[in-house]
């Protein structure tokens, strides 16, 4: 099984297909596997696309540290390396929900890097000190609820449902719980917050000049305006999913015919 080393970190990939690079990026919680394969994305693109397909650090068959400073940033740092590793010099780069926030994250620091970027389920707001601060509230509630040995003892309902999914979810991609609360951790940690994008970032965002694709389901909760991201990056296109949610969406085939039909365009134009 192929692994790329990141000092001492092994990174898990698989190489399938061939033409114009796509260097897919799972959600939390979820893995090549799940997130690509059972979904029917590998189908869907495989025969004109080259896909390099990546577990995460903390998920999958990649390395799982207990340590919360072995992510965060380290997150990015393992996919810009990967591409430097297989001699790929630019690709399309097509993240969900943690692998669309990385997909963003590169995109602002190593523009260079990318033909193309689409951004899925990732949800992106003005910078408010509010809403920084309530979101590493809730993150904490939900990495507390995590901790918890017993269901039963995991009070705050937003940390309960957010326990109940995914636990569900890592059980189904056969997850190491205990890591994935590390990877939330060194979220928190980050220099930038969780989720909220602050003047200067808005900034960065505004002098993007590449083909960027935002796509959501319609139902999905993570954020109520959904097109933030189009409205800033110029020349950029948002598709909503009508009637799926944070998790239905990823399988959907109206999201598979978006995707399919804006990386042709965009490949081979």
């Given at each position: 099984?192929?692994?790329?080393?990141?000092?001492?970190?092994?990174?898990?990939?698989?190489?399938?297909?061939?033409?114009?690079?796509?260097?897919?990026?799972?959600?939390?919680?979820?893995?090549?596997?799940?997130?690509?394969?059972?979904?029917?994305?590998?189908?869907?693109?495989?025969?004109?696309?080259?896909?390099?397909?990546?577990?995460?650090?903390?998920?999958?068959?990649?390395?799982?540290?207990?340590?919360?400073?072995?992510?965060?940033?380290?997150?990015n740092e393992d996919i810009?390396?990967?591409?430097?590793?297989?001699?790929?010099?630019?690709?399309?780069?097509?993240?969900?929900?943690?692998?669309?926030?990385?997909?963003?994250?590169?995109?602002?620091?190593?523009?260079?890097?990318?033909?193309?970027?689409?951004?899925?389920?990732?949800?992106?707001?003005?910078?408010?000190?509010?809403?920084?601060?309530?979101?590493?509230?809730?993150?904490?509630?939900?990495?507390?609820?995590?901790?918890?040995?017993?269901?039963?003892?995991?009070?705050?309902?937003?940390?309960?449902?957010?326990?109940?999914?995914?636990?569900?979810?890592?059980?189904?991609?056969?997850?190491?719980?205990?890591?994935?609360?590390?990877?939330?951790?060194?979220?928190?940690?980050?220099?930038?917050?969780?989720?909220?994008?602050?003047?200067?970032?808005?900034?960065?965002?505004?002098?993007?000049?590449?083909?960027?694709?935002?796509v959501f389901g319609?139902?999905?909760?993570?954020?109520?305006?959904?097109?933030?991201?189009?409205?800033?990056?110029?020349?950029?296109?948002?598709?909503?999913?009508?009637?799926?949610?944070?998790?239905?969406?990823?399988?959907?085939?109206?999201?598979?015919?978006?995707?399919?039909?804006?990386?042709?365009?965009?490949?081979?134009?």
């Open positions: 099984m192929p692994y790329f080393d990141n000092e001492g970190v092994k990174i898990y990939y698989e190489i399938i297909g061939e033409g114009p690079p796509v260097i897919m990026i799972h959600g939390f919680a979820a893995n090549i596997q799940g997130n690509w394969k059972d979904s029917n994305w590998v189908d869907v693109l495989k025969d004109d696309y080259q896909l390099i397909l990546v577990d995460c650090r903390g998920h999958g068959k990649s390395d799982k540290p207990k340590d919360s400073t072995q992510y965060g940033e380290k997150i810009v390396k990967l591409l430097d590793y297989l001699s790929i010099e630019k690709a399309n780069f097509f993240g969900y929900s943690m692998g669309a926030r990385i997909t963003t994250d590169i995109l602002l620091e190593n523009q260079e890097l990318f033909i193309s970027a689409i951004i899925g389920g990732f949800p992106l707001h003005y910078s408010k000190k509010r809403i920084k601060f309530l979101g590493k509230i809730i993150m904490k509630k939900w990495i507390k609820g995590l901790k918890k040995a017993d269901l039963n003892d995991v009070k705050n309902k937003s940390a309960l449902r957010f326990r109940k999914v995914i636990s569900s979810y890592a059980e189904s991609n056969s997850q190491d719980l205990e890591a994935l609360i590390y990877v939330l951790e060194g979220d928190i940690q980050r220099p930038d917050g969780i989720i909220p994008t602050d003047p200067r970032r808005k900034e960065a965002l505004k002098k993007i000049h590449l083909p960027v694709l935002n319609s139902k999905d909760s993570l954020s109520k305006d959904k097109s933030v991201l189009a409205q800033i990056v110029p020349g950029s296109i948002y598709i909503q999913i009508e009637g799926k949610d944070h998790i239905t969406v990823v399988s959907d085939p109206r999201f598979h015919m978006v995707v399919k039909a804006f990386l042709d365009y965009v490949n081979k134009n």
